[in-house]
């Protein structure tokens, strides 16, 4: 049987005009904090939210990696 330590979830944001905009998808939020709180009641201790950073309107730079 396999043991889930951690989970990765992708975050671009805290709200769903965010999400709209970067993926095109319209009320996301709502189930992004459903599987963080499912998460919660299962017990897993470590959930790592990955941040996306977007630059598609061209006026922020970032640094090359």
Do not use: W
Request: proline share 3%; hydrophobic share 30%; with cysteine.
């Amino acid at each position: 049987m396999y043991h889930l330590d951690t989970l990765y979830l992708q975050f671009d944001g805290i709200n769903n005009e965010t999400y709209e905009k970067t993926r095109g998808i319209k009320n996301l939020m709502p189930y992004k904090m459903r599987v963080v709180e499912n998460c919660r009641k299962v017990g897993l201790s470590s959930i790592n939210l990955v941040a996306t950073i977007s630059s598609n309107d061209g006026s922020t730079k970032y640094p090359d990696f």
